[in-house]
């Protein structure tokens, strides 16, 4: 958005919030009713606010409002009644295409690495991880259901107890698509 001097762009507002949820505390970012950020606390740190680079990867000027009730309405809305939200992705292309195919992994599923690299006829599994592991936006961007080829449950940002509880939580629900 142009403001009235020509060159410079106008502050967008950019909502934040933190709310419990069953896999623990989560965090939020959104613009314009699409959700930019989703991500979980960890048991020994406490919840941050945002920055304005992290909060909006445009790189224009950025007003950061907390609203914590809405973050939570939110949070309820996706893990409570599995209501699928508008998001704001911002990525390589590459990471745009690994980011989709996680988003075609049905709930209560998993795949590999390798899985992913074959499906987008990409030969390195490693460059899998590496876009995977760059989601901005758990959950809607299902990357906790991407494992190792071996079974194990490989890493996760926010950490492996809570991709734990993610799959068995996801497992127990109705087998449809995210």
């Known amino acids: 958005m142009k403001s009235a ?10 909502e934040w919030g933190h709310a419990p949820t069953r896999f623990g505390e989560a965090f939020i970012t959104w613009e314009d009713d699409k959700i930019a950020s989703l991500g979980f606390g960890k048991p020994d740190q406490p919840m941050i606010k945002p920055t304005p680079k992290k909060a909006s990867p445009n790189w224009h000027p950025v007003v950061l409002k907390q609203n914590n009730p809405r973050a939570l309405k939110q949070l309820k809305a996706l893990i409570e009644q599995l209501k699928e939200p508008a998001i704001e992705l911002h990525g390589s292309q590459f990471q745009l295409d ?3 195919a996680l988003r075609r ?3 209560g599923e998993t795949r590999s690495y390798a899985d992913i690299a074959d499906e987008l006829n990409c030969a390195s599994p490693r460059a899998i ?11 809607i961007v299902p990357c906790h259901r ?4 071996n079974g194990g449950l490989g890493g996760y940002h926010w950490g492996l107890d809570i991709k734990q509880k993610i799959l068995d939580w996801e497992s127990a629900q109705p087998r449809i698509n995210p």
């Not at 991880?129 to 959950?139: C, E, F, Y």
């Not at 991407?146 to 080829?149: E, L």
């Open 5 to 14: 001097q020509a060159g410079h762009q106008q502050a967008t507002t950019v």
């Open 98 to 100: 690994v980011w989709a």
């Open 105 to 107: 992994i049905p709930r």
């Open 129 to 139: 991880g590496q876009a995977v592991g760059a989601n901005p936006i758990a959950l």
């Open 146 to 149: 991407v494992i190792r080829n």
